[in-house]
């Protein structure tokens, strides 16, 4: 499968709409229970571009959206700042063929430049797939909580997964190179 990958716009949104309303609704990896509308969804996106993170998209050549992946903040409490959480969801037709492991692999690329020292993945209901896409790129496991959500009738656990970014702790980071609107408590 080809594809192409670049920043998403808001034309996007409804395509990233329907792709989120299929996981919440038939998977484990948000744990939301109920699909946000485009309007929601459009309120997210900017507020993520607002503050300097990437958020972009996967099509094939036709133009049709095959899946999303943006970072934003893991926590909001400012030492938490050098550190980012990714969120990468697929059309299900377009899964297993390479295309989410493409989109985090730019994720880490953008990231990385932007200054960060780490990037967290925290994977709802534990997804094998999700676990490899993560694994694939060098992504080491740090935990499992253990029934941290209930959803489609069963409790589900959650892994974190983490990456180190550019020097990541060998160093301490330079706040004069923190681009400063990413973070605005
Ligand atoms: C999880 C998800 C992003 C993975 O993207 P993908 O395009 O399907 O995965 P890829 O085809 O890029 O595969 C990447 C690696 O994971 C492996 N993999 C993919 N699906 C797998 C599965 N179901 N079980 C085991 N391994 C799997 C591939 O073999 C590949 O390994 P390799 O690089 O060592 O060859 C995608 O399946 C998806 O959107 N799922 C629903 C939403 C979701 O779970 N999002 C993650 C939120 S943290």
Known sequence: MTFRLRDATPADLAAITEIYRDSVLNGTASYEIAPP????????FQAIRDKGYPYITAEDDDGT??????????????????????????????????????????????????GFRQMAAVIGGASPASVAVHKSLGFEMTGTMKGTGFKHG???DTVFMQIA???????????ATYPGSLFSE
């Not at 509308?37 to 997210?44: K, L, S």
């Not at 926590?75 to 050098?82: E, N």
């Open 65 to 114: 959206l095959l899946g999303y992946a943006y970072a934003s903040a893991f926590r909001t409490r400012p030492a938490y700042r050098w550190l980012v959480e990714d969120s990468i969801y697929l059309a299900p037709e377009a899964r297993g063929k390479g295309v989410g492991k493409a989109l985090l692999k730019e994720l880490l690329i953008r990231c990385e430049a932007l």
């Open 154 to 156: 069963k409790w589900l």
């Open 37 to 44: 509308d485009q309007t929601e969804m459009a309120g997210r």
């Open 165 to 175: 970014l550019g020097d990541g702790t060998n160093t301490a980071p330079d706040p």
